[in-house]
């Protein structure tokens, strides 16, 4: 990821990085058992800054 981030490209790549580490944050949630609804609630809401 260092190397990404001289790329000229990274900017306009980071939201995508971003959104790709909420939803393996989301996939490990849901995943587990049982279900915390809370942490899922806040995951998503996360998604939202984008």
Partial sequence: ?????K???YDDLKPLF???KLLSA???ELER???DFDKI???L???GEF
Avoid: W
């Fill in 18 to 20: 971003e959104i790709n």
């Fill in 1 to 5: 990821m260092a190397e990404l981030s």
């Fill in 33 to 35: 058992k049982p279900l």
């Fill in 45 to 47: 809401s996360k998604s």
């Fill in 26 to 28: 989301l996939e490990e």
């Fill in 7 to 9: 790329s000229p490209f």
């Fill in 41 to 43: 609630e806040s995951i």
